[in-house]
């Protein structure tokens, strides 16, 4: 707008309606009278500029498209076929307790069909500084851009496999089957049972291979195609809510499903009582957790790893993906997902109990591949 008052300024004085000169001729106010000639000639410009204006306008518009789409063609993270969808996510079996109610099932099974059609693909935002690094990457280092990081992506394909959302939900349905509903402690929004049950069996300690919950027998599998994990009320609060949270949680419980190098020997015998210890000797298998160390916000409460791709460092992983991952819906709340990302990294600390730098190491592209094996084997 303003540039069109200067506009009528200018061609008001070159029109003489308000030359310096009449000042000095009769009275000021006569010569603010504009002839009729003069007030069509400007309402002509005034149209005319308007027009150039919102041509002007839309060209850049255009041309801002056109460079958002090469730019997204660009830096799209896996092109997943629509077939994928219909041939993997589709075809998702899980064994769902049957005290949930019918809209808790639902909400579950629906959150697979949500996340893959709201982000089947990841479009990172190319230059983005957003709230996490700031916090943690000091403004004057040049920091490897992850959109076109071969590295980054080796990150993702060595975590989860080919490139794409569908990836991250058939990696949490390779690692659980069984969900069970869960009344009891209302903080805890999901827990794996199945490791533990396993790793128990396993052990030959209590010597058994079935469990009951409620009026089910279920019999104790494999900790991943069998996978257990119980949802307490809160999960489907979230899933409500932000279901990207959702994934990100089961992701977490799908890591404690694998015994990455196989049960070591040492951990056969805590399990039998052989060796004391309030702590599980080792932690690979299963991926457990820590106490968070004195100072921390969580001192002594087991919410901590050393694994910089344990449970919460792959939950951190894949909420940093979706943090920086162009998405336009209301279930992508920057803030809320920086908010994840800061709280589940400082989670995740060095064997001698400092932060890891998780983040710092991720944008610098310094943190060692995942191993993401399992082996069902006693180990010595
Ligand atoms: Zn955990």
């Not at 040492?266 to 702590?279: A, C, T």
Request: glycine letters at 6%; charged letters at 25%.
């Amino acid at each position: 707008m303003w540039r069109i008052l200067i506009y009528i300024a200018v061609v008001a004085i070159a029109h003489g309606v308000m030359p310096a000169r009449a000042l000095s001729q009769g009275s000021f106010l006569d010569t603010l009278q504009p002839s009729p000639e003069d007030v069509e000639d400007v309402g002509r410009i005034i149209e005319e500029t308007r027009r150039e204006a919102e041509q002007k306008e839309e060209e850049e518009r255009n041309r801002k498209n056109e460079a958002l789409k090469k730019e997204k063609q660009k830096y799209t993270f896996g092109n997943v076929p629509e077939t994928l969808f219909e041939n993997k996510v589709n075809k998702f079996k899980f064994s769902i307790d049957p005290n949930f109610s019918k809209k808790e099932e639902e909400l579950f099974l629906n959150m697979f069909h949500r996340v893959y059609r709201i982000l089947p693909r990841f479009v990172f935002y190319r230059n983005a500084r957003d709230l996490i690094d700031a916090e943690y990457i000091d403004p004057n280092e040049i920091v490897p851009d992850i959109s076109t990081s071969e590295m980054f992506k080796k990150y993702f394909s060595a975590a989860f496999g080919p490139l794409g959302m569908v990836s991250i939900l058939e990696y949490i349905h390779n690692n659980m089957r069984i969900i069970l509903k869960k009344k009891k402690n209302k903080n805890v929004i999901a827990t794996n049972v199945g490791m533990t049950l396993w790793q128990n069996k396993v052990s030959g300690f209590p010597n058994e291979s079935t469990y009951k919950f409620g009026n089910t027998t279920y019999r104790i599998g494999s900790p991943t195609r069998g996978g257990v994990v119980s949802l307490n009320p809160l999960f489907f609060e979230i899933t409500e809510e932000n279901v990207f949270n959702a994934i990100t949680t089961l992701v977490h419980e799908a890591r404690h499903s694998q015994c990455t190098g196989g049960l070591p020997n040492i951990l056969v015998k805590w399990f039998r009582s052989e060796i004391g210890g309030e702590d599980p000797p080792s932690r690979k298998c299963g991926h457990s957790h820590i106490k968070c160390p004195p100072g921390h916000d969580l001192a002594g409460i087991y919410a901590c790893d050393y694994e910089p791709w344990g449970a919460y460092g792959l939950e951190a992983f894949l909420s940093y993906i979706l943090l920086r991952s162009e998405c336009d819906w209301e279930q992508c709340d920057d803030n809320q997902f920086a908010a994840n990302v800061s709280d589940l990294m400082s989670r995740i600390l060095k064997p001698d109990h400092s932060p890891y730098h998780y983040i710092k190491e991720l944008r610098f592209l310094k943190l060692p591949m995942p191993d993401m094996s399992h082996t069902e084997r006693i180990v010595p």
